[in-house]
């Protein structure tokens, strides 16, 4: 197994650059080298000179919170910038609570994006400043967080933050020194730690959006330095300066490239916390209709979403696509933000990836842009300044949930309304981006353009690509690449219409993570629009072993080598890459659609299983002892 992973190694740079295997033994032996002149085209011996397409994949964490975030030191984080930073890019660090910590594979790029309101108000306090201890509320604060009940005050400030009920005397004001202070630091740090080449570190914030507990928010990302980054403080949601609302968001990104002339993009995350307001279909939480503005700017400043992170999984839910083995995966759907409103049925279609996928292409028959063309990309969303996404090396959500032997038996979030206990939280998620170069100007671009696709943890190597005339044996010369990029388009983007025939063809292919799983299949998820209603269909389009699909038309499932006992799992299932190039069946060139693909691998270890082995305690009832990680591509979409 170590002599398997050490090939995949030494493969995997020039794999999905060009190299590729296939598992499935369908597919034809090339009948002659005609189909190798868009690889050798004569010009140059090399196939790679000249080679103009992104040839690599860059792993990284768009969503990470350091004490700087009010939340997050609250919550027991005592890790600044410099901390994350070193950490993402492979260094050892000792965590705030539980000893020393590191990456088994460092992260190609960073977004740290501590929350735009209050930043820097909790450092400042643990600092003891005077405006904050002469005000009796900061006093209180203070004198609990010291006396160790800092979880308790951390939802006491979520709580007040998330209904609009924070103490206006303890607001740090984006005109205000302190917060000008705060952002320089922010913007600092990222310059210091950006090596270009080697490590990306791009400047960002959280925009935290919230209605009534209701969760909007978004990362900005910037593409630019400190000369233009540092030139406007980031936008809040308090006012009178800040809002709530998306639209003003969008005003002010505008205004800060006009500004500046630099470039920057957001990302929506957490629609699953949202109760139905993430991506409204008729009207937005405040009643407005939708209109051409909305889905106009939508579209341009949104172009991804984080599809998954720790609070839970948003592709799809169980209720929207009951036909989905696998769509009950990592799923909170018991309320809101702050559970302050449960969940009700009704909610769900405005906040799944899936669903809003499908809403945007009504939306786009009916106001002539989608709004929710995004691609997907996964972060974690950890408060504790470590990016860790992988299961045997999670540590949790924030400081109070770091690697401990009760940290699975502690409510995450209770109320009435009810309970995400500490095992609910997920070890998530990664964003792949297919870029050129470890820069911030190739990644950017590459995030602009959707050429992305999120994994709950793992690192595997997925490409897909769309087109009018691929066949199998476009895989056969080796160099699947060239021919996906010469003959079709990669995800994020959209179907050609020259060109067009009977129905397109979809060229995917996966590699497993060089130390992971093996892979379970690999399905291309369908969304159209026909009209009238809205329809959604998975298809298993190549899959490891000699499985066979039942008279259901499901596939068997793969089989499971996990030992719980003592958490550890074997390779001897699934495949260690697999291709295919799939043709929908069921092509109407008069519905508008989408396509993604949808790689599961074999099941592994859940992160709760490795805590109940290191600490020697019980599985709590209902958390799964097993997980299938998986990776969801940018769609490509097709309109008539």
């Known amino acids: 197994m170590m002599r398997k992973s050490l090939l995949l190694q030494c493969l995997s740079g020039a794999l999905f650059g060009g190299l590729v295997a296939t598992t499935q033994a369908q597919v034809p032996v090339p009948p002659d080298g005609r189909i190798l002149s868009s690889a050798y085209t004569g010009t140059a011996y090399s196939p790679y000179a000249g080679r103009d397409f992104p040839s690599n994949v860059y792993w990284g964490d768009t969503h990470l919170h350091t004490d700087m975030s009010m939340d997050a030191g609250a919550f027991g984080n005592r890790l600044g910038l410099d901390a994350a930073y070193q950490f993402a890019r492979g260094e050892e660090v000792t965590a705030t609570n539980s000893g020393p910590v590191r990456l088994s594979r460092p992260l190609d790029f960073l977004v740290v994006a501590d929350h735009s309101d209050n930043m820097g108000f909790f450092p400042d306090m643990l600092a003891g400043q005077e405006h904050i201890l002469s005000d009796a509320t900061g006093k209180n604060w203070y004198d609990r967080i010291k006396a160790g009940e800092g979880v308790g005050v951390a939802l006491e400030l979520i709580g007040l933050f998330s209904q609009g009920n924070f103490p206006d005397s303890l607001v740090y004001t984006p005109d205000s020194q302190p917060y000008n202070?705060?952002?320089?630091?922010?913007?600092?740090?990222?310059?210091?730690?950006?090596?270009?080449?080697?490590?990306?570190?791009?400047?960002?914030?959280?925009?935290?959006?919230?209605?009534?507990?209701?969760?909007?928010?978004?990362?900005?990302?910037?593409?630019?330095?400190?000369?233009?980054?540092?030139?406007?403080?980031?936008?809040?949601?308090?006012?009178?300066?800040?809002?709530?609302?998306?639209?003003?968001?969008?005003?002010?990104?505008?205004?800060?490239?006009?500004?500046t002339g630099g470039d920057v993009l957001a990302i929506a995350h957490n629609g699953n916390l949202a109760n139905g307001i993430m991506f409204p279909f008729i009207e937005q939480y405040d009643g407005k209709k939708l209109d051409n503005t909305y889905v106009q700017q939508r579209a341009k400043w949104e172009p991804l979403y984080e599809v998954t992170q720790i609070k839970g999984d948003g592709e799809t839910h169980p209720f929207l696509s009951p036909d989905d083995e696998f769509a009950d995966y990592e799923t909170w759907d018991i309320g809101n933000l702050d559970v302050s409103e449960a969940k009700t049925d009704d909610m769900l279609a405005g906040e799944y990836a899936r669903e809003a996928l499908k809403r945007g292409l009504a939306l786009q028959a009916r106001l002539g842009t989608n709004p929710y063309q995004f691609g997907m990309i996964g972060s974690t969303d950890s408060h504790t300044s470590l990016a860790t996404a992988q299961e045997d090396n999670f540590f949790g959500k924030h400081s109070g949930a770091?690697?401990?032997?009760?940290?699975?038996?502690?409510?995450?979030?209770?109320?009435?309304?009810?309970?995400?206990?500490?095992?609910?939280?997920?070890?998530?998620?990664?964003?792949?981006?297919?870029?050129?170069?470890?820069?911030?100007?190739?990644?950017?671009?590459?995030?602009?353009?959707?050429?992305?696709?999120?994994?709950?943890?793992?690192?595997?190597?997925?490409?897909?690509?769309?087109?009018?005339?691929?066949?199998?044996?476009?895989?056969?010369?080796?160099?699947?690449?060239?021919?996906?990029?010469?003959?079709?388009?990669?995800?994020?983007?959209?179907?050609?219409?020259?060109?067009?025939?009977?129905?397109?063809?979809f060229m995917v292919f996966a590699l497993r993570d060089p130390i992971g799983a093996n892979l379970d299949r690999i399905q291309i998820v369908k969304g159209w629009y026909d009209g009238d209603k809205l329809h959604e269909?998975?298809?298993?389009?190549?899959?490891?072993?000699?499985?066979?699909?039942?008279?259901?038309?499901?596939?068997?499932?793969?089989?499971?080598?996990?030992?719980?006992?003592?958490?550890?799992?074997?390779?001897?299932?699934?495949?260690?890459?697999?291709?295919?190039?799939?043709?929908?069946?069921?092509?109407?060139?008069?519905?508008?659609?989408?396509?993604?693909?949808?790689?599961?691998?074999?099941?592994?270890?859940?992160?709760?299983?490795h805590d109940a082995f290191r600490f020697g305690i019980d599985i709590p009832e209902g958390a799964p002892t097993s997980t299938q990680e998986r990776a969801y591509t940018s769609p490509i979409w097709y309109n008539p």
């Open 181 to 259: 202070d705060a952002w320089a630091r922010t913007v600092a740090a990222a310059e210091e730690y950006n090596d270009p080449g080697k490590f990306t570190a791009f400047i960002g914030y959280e925009w935290t959006s919230l209605v009534r507990g209701n969760n909007m928010h978004r990362v900005v990302v910037y593409k630019d330095g400190g000369d233009k980054g540092g030139q406007m403080v980031p936008f809040t949601t308090m006012p009178p300066q800040g809002s709530v609302n998306p639209r003003d968001l969008w005003k002010w990104l505008e205004n800060y490239e006009k500004t």
């Open 402 to 505: 770091e690697p401990g032997p009760e940290r699975m038996t502690h409510p995450f979030m209770s109320n009435e309304n009810g309970t995400i206990m500490g095992w609910q939280q997920v070890s998530s998620g990664l964003a792949a981006v297919w870029a050129r170069e470890n820069t911030r100007e190739a990644i950017f671009a590459a995030m602009e353009r959707r050429e992305t696709y999120a994994t709950t943890g793992s690192r595997m190597m997925v490409r897909l690509f769309g087109g009018w005339n691929f066949t199998l044996a476009d895989m056969n010369n080796r160099q699947p690449a060239f021919a996906g990029y010469s003959k079709g388009v990669p995800m994020g983007s959209e179907l050609p219409t020259a060109g067009k025939k009977s129905a397109p063809s």
């Open 537 to 609: 269909k998975v298809f298993d389009v190549t899959w490891s072993g000699d499985r066979k699909p039942g008279e259901d038309g499901k596939l068997p499932a793969v089989g499971n080598t996990v030992n719980v006992a003592n958490a550890s799992w074997t390779n001897t299932i699934g495949s260690s890459e697999l291709a295919t190039v799939w043709t929908d069946p069921e092509f109407n060139p008069e519905h508008r659609a989408f396509y993604y693909a949808r790689v599961l691998e074999i099941p592994t270890p859940r992160w709760s299983t």
